[in-house]
């Protein structure tokens, strides 16, 4: 089994993998064309994207800089935005559905390393699968971890660590992120007018 199999099977792979190198340096071409592109240029940049990603919905924008490791394994659904320094390492599948919006310097982390020490100095990681619902508000300065699902509708509160699932219609908040509530009616801007 190659390292690469491994890794998109969740098991211990070597990162340092010469194949996976050079799948990630393909990807950092890609990301240096879309990082530089004037703003004007925003069409060029979708394309860029959609050659990037394993799938991009109607609608992606993206503003630069954006990192990711391989951009393949990244999934977006139609009106997906990310603010500016959207870091996605995405060794394992990350999922994101419709209408997910992005805060700056929002990190999606797939990949931990061993906790055995010999074991990291072999390069020795493995990665984890994360899945965005539909509807969802990332705010700024948010860390997730790779094995998490976020529910639809749901929105996590800036400068957030979310290392377990967080349910549908839920507002989530801290370090690590929990839920503070549930969104309900009551929060509609015509509820408070």
Known sequence: MSEKEKMLNGEFYISWDKDLAEERRKAKDLLFQFNHLRPALKTEGEEIIRELFGKAGDNCWIEPPFFCDYGYNITVGDNFYANTNCCILDCAKVALGNNVLLGPNVGIYTPEHAFDSEERAKGYERALPVEIGDNVWICGGVT???????????????????????PDNVVAAGNPARVIRKITAQDRMSSNQ
């Open 144 to 166: 997730i971890r790779g094995g998490v699902k976020i529910g639809s509708n749901s929105i996590i509160g800036a400068g957030s660590v979310v290392i377990r699932d967080i």
